[in-house]
């Protein structure tokens, strides 16, 4: 009896997800009162699952993933990975942001270098050089390493700031909304480098996005918010298509135009706003 229980132990601490969001709430205090901006956050997320958030402006996505990346703390319920509270930033998970964020005074090698560098400082030199010169070709860039971030275009500046979080091998890799100011090819050429390193290095990704399209395209599941305040999740999807994926074989599917349809009607349905449609 023992031996089984401590068998059905083992299968059930297997099964804990990777990513658990779990009632999180967070609420600020503004001069009028309590401004409710999420409320009973739940999702758990398994490792190496690409999750898309999606919803209206104000909806509380960029104030989730700062829970989820430790820059913010819930006002209620917590975020764990692998069953340990975040309570702050960590190597663990790093963020690309829509800005890139890149230091302006430092070449393209040196702002990769300046994250390896915090995150490995027991390395040796030649080997964090390694490490940044891999990820730079893996995103195509070792030949403008030299340059400065304002002599390289829109696309190559988030290429960077991609090598740069995958440089420190995240357990978590989190996209605010990463391609949302590129042109329209660039954000597609940058879809597929996305999708491939991901299938290569198969992080856990949690991203933001506008783009429905962008979403079916990359995610394994799409998760809908619903309107703000009190912002809660609407309703989760599970994109149906096989991966590696083709963009041309996907549009050619009838479930493509049906789930978009069906994220289309949510947005601009009352499911996305339950409060405004009793």
Known sequence: MTNLMTVSSQIQVNREP????????KTYSTPKGE?????????????????????HSGCGKTTLINMVSGFAQP???????????????????????????????LTVFENVYLAVQAVFPQKGQSEKHQ???EHLRLVGLW???????????????????????????????????????????TKEELQEELLRI?????????????DIDEAL?????????????AATIGQVIDIPFARPR???????????YRLRNQVLAYLYGSEANPEAHP
């Open 18 to 25: 990777y990513l658990r969001i779990e009632n999180l709430s």
């Open 35 to 55: 401004y409710p901006v999420l409320r009973d956050i739940n999702l758990d997320i398994s490792e190496g699952e690409f999750v898309c958030l999606i919803g």
């Open 75 to 105: 006002t209620g319920g917590s975020v764990q990975i692998k069953g340990q509270t975040i309570t702050a930033p960590g190597p663990d998970r790093m963020v690309v942001f829509q800005g890139y964020a890149l230091m302006p005074w």
């Open 131 to 133: 490490i940044v010169e």
């Open 143 to 185: 030949e403008a390493a030299q340059k400065y971030p304002p002599q390289i275009s829109g696309g190559m500046k988030q290429r960077v700031a991609i090598a740069r979080a995958l440089a420190i091998r995240p357990e978590v890799l989190i996209l605010d909304e990463p391609f949302g100011a590129l042109d329209a090819i």
């Open 198 to 210: 991901w299938n290569d290095h198969r992080c856990t990704v949690l991203m933001i996005t506008h």
């Open 217 to 229: 395209f990359l995610a394994d599941r799409l998760v809908l918010m619903t309107n703000g305040p």
């Open 246 to 256: 083709d963009r041309e074989r996907i549009l050619e599917d009838p479930q493509y």
